[in-house]
């Protein structure tokens, strides 16, 4: 029984890291692209707020045709999920560091790429924490869907669970995610912290 929980759960895990890694890789360079871009910024915050409002559930039947059963179409599924909060979040980092000091990084001598790497970007990372951190609880929990299509991971206790009503299966799924969301919560809210300091 633990060998079978702990199997569910590295493969739980290896869903909602993945998702995460793919949403980070795609979110922050373009949030960053588009930043002091108005027109592709104002694209890319419409995307990110229809993307919000589209069910998981409907981007899994959507993408069932397309990538078959299991891992792929769950992982797409988390992408989508993940993807609002580390846009907006991005976005919003980048254009709120004053004015007054990115002129100072100028007159100081620094070029755009400087001040970028050494003053924006630095300045910007805890509000960027902020929707990572809302991006892993929401992928974390949510992937539990993938057992409804043979993905894995903790929600086949749920599912399993539910169709049997078996309540100590249920509960053993839905208990351990939860464990993970706050573990994974505390986690990037610390290194959030410390990006504050």
Sequence with gaps: MIADLFAHIGSHLALAVSALALALAVGIPFAGLTADRPLPRSV???LAGGLRVVPS?????LAIPLLGLGFAPALL?????????????????????????????????MTER?????????????????????????????ATLAAFIGGGGLGDYIVGGLQTANVQELLLGAVTVAVLALAADAA???AQRRLEV
């Excluded at 989508?80 to 001598?109: C, E, F, H, K, Y």
Aim: charged share 10%; no cysteine.
């Design 44 to 46: 890319l915050l419409a």
């Design 57 to 61: 559930l409907a981007i899994l039947a």
């Design 77 to 109: 599924a988390l992408v989508v999920l993940a993807l609002p909060p580390i846009l907006v979040n991005t976005d919003v980092a980048l254009r709120a560091v004053p004015a007054a000091t990115l002129d100072a990084a100028r007159a100081a001598g």
């Design 114 to 142: 400087q001040i970028g790497v050494r003053v924006r970007w630095p300045l910007a990372l805890p509000v960027v924490a902020v929707g990572v951190r809302t991006a892993t609880v929401e992928v974390i929990a949510s």
């Design 188 to 190: 990037v809210g610390a």
